[in-house]
């Protein structure tokens, strides 16, 4: 089946670094990403939606210039947190589709700690 | 826009017996997808089941079933047998297939109790 893959599962990090997060979809090609985060005992929230070779689309309210999103081929998209502030810490998940009809393949979630 | 809303924060039930979760949802589309996603404490999202609106019969997946209710815009699940593996949060989520956008509920944590 699909899966995707999500780097690093947990990072701690010092207040104003970048920290960047991968996501890899391992046996099927994902045009389109989605980046979410979750907040503790919170759903899902949609942040934006990676496109390969072309800008991500962010949604209302968050900030493009914190959250940097890069799609650069087929498997592979990242998320950098630019100038990490403690109010960042949060799980952010990544997910793509192999087949929309059956949803979306997620990620294993990575765990951002701002200190 | 799409919305779902999941009204019912927290729900238990005895193992071997069965539990309905509540779902109702909003969209303009014709074409959209409905799920139900799983989070046990590792956080790995997991699907659990699965419907197309322009079906009428209800999906089942072994233990799982739905109550899609179009008309009505409502998308209940129903977990039979209950195992004390169920136990997680469950995540409603609609997906359009004009935004490919997946939007989720508030969630229901499901507790299981021997």
């Known amino acids: 089946g699909a899966v995707v893959s999500q780097h690093p599962s947990w990072v701690i990090c010092k207040s104003g670094t970048s920290v960047k997060i991968e996501c890899r979809s391992l046996d099927f090609q994902a045009t389109t990403m989605f980046w979410y985060r979750q907040f503790p005992k919170q759903s899902l929230m949609l942040m934006a939606t990676?496109?390969?070779?072309?800008?991500?689309?962010?949604e209302q309210g968050v900030e493009k210039d914190k959250f940097l999103i890069n799609h650069a081929s087929l498997t592979l998209s990242t998320l950098t947190v630019t100038s990490a502030h403690p109010e960042d810490s949060s799980f952010y998940i990544c997910?793509?589709?192999?087949?929309?009809?059956?949803?979306?393949?997620f990620g294993s979630g990575t765990r951002l700690t701002v200190v | 826009a799409q919305t779902v809303t999941q009204s019912q924060p927290e729900m238990s039930v005895q193992e071997a017996e069965t539990v309905t979760l509540s779902c109702t949802y909003d969209?303009?589309?014709?074409?959209?997808?409905l799920f139900w996603y799983k989070q046990p404490p590792s956080r790995q999202m997991i699907l659990v089941i699965r419907?197309?609106?322009?079906?009428?019969q209800n999906a089942t997946e072994n233990r799982f079933s739905v109550n899609f209710q179009k008309a009505a815009k409502s998308f209940s699940l129903k977990i039979s047998d209950s195992q004390l593996g169920d136990a997680a949060m469950y995540f409603c989520a609609s997906l359009s297939r004009n935004t490919d956008k997946l939007i989720f509920g508030t969630g229901t944590r499901l507790q299981v109790f021997p």
């Open positions: 990676s496109n390969e070779g072309s800008k991500a689309t962010y």
């Open positions: 419907q197309e609106a322009y079906k009428q």
């Open positions: 969209t303009s589309e014709s074409d959209y997808y």
């Open positions: 997910s793509a589709r192999a087949d929309r009809s059956y949803g979306y393949t």
